[in-house]
């Protein structure tokens, strides 16, 4: 609202920061995941603190909504080896789990709503062929197509504000964002320095 910013306690160094819209009121909830016991911290927004026991040793973490009911998931993306990649998803709406196989070793989850239907789709970004592929939520199809190239790093994000998940890769050798948007062609813009870090956000257009 006014640029004005405040600070509060919340998890150790060791913890990996997973922000989301857990309880559904439309703003992020602080939140951490604890590598060490694999336990999620979600300070709500709307009052209290949930503790849950979800993933194992080398997940990473993929909250988003997969089942539509405008809050966030907790979900973790798990890298097998030679056994491909699996998903594991524990819905908000019901606390049922539910794991797929999408992905090989090496692919980088890039999680989100491509298709528009308000559920984030399954989805990862191969870094040795630059290729996206995403696991519709509609009807578990999935599809294809390259952008980017070795050495990119993925940031998916809604560009265009079309409700749809845009492919993007940030290009650390130049500092340049690439973004293959839904609606308006390819956008091509140079934003940061070397050794930068992206964070993809509504202000990079």
């Not at 709503?113 to 308000?118: A, H, L, V, W």
């Not at 040795?128 to 592929?133: E, I, L, P, T």
Request: hydrophobic content about 35%.
């Amino acid at each position: 609202e006014d640029m004005s910013f405040y600070a509060f306690p919340f998890g150790s160094s060791s913890d990996v920061t997973v922000p989301a819209d857990y309880d559904g009121d439309g703003k992020a909830d602080a939140a951490v995941f604890r590598p060490a016991t694999n336990t999620w911290y979600i300070q709500r927004s709307t009052g209290g603190t949930d503790i849950v026991a979800f993933g194992g040793t080398g997940d990473k973490t993929v909250p988003a909504d997969y089942d539509g009911d405008g809050k966030a998931d907790i979900a973790i993306f798990r890298p097998n080896g030679a056994s491909g990649t699996e998903w594991w998803i524990r819905r908000s709406s019901n606390g049922s789990v539910y794991a797929l196989a999408f992905g090989v070793s090496g692919d980088k989850p890039v999680q989100g709503d491509f298709t528009g239907d308000g559920k984030a789709d399954v989805a990862f970004w191969r870094p040795a062929s630059g290729n996206w592929f995403i696991l519709r939520s509609e009807d578990l199809s999935f599809y294809s197509f390259p952008f980017g190239a070795a050495g990119d790093l993925p940031v998916a994000g809604d560009y265009d504000g079309d409700g749809k998940f845009d492919a993007g890769v940030f290009r650390p050798s130049n500092a340049t964002w690439f973004v293959q948007r839904s609606t308006a062609g390819t956008l091509i813009r140079q934003f940061g320095t070397t050794g930068d870090l992206p964070l993809p956000n509504s202000y990079v257009r």
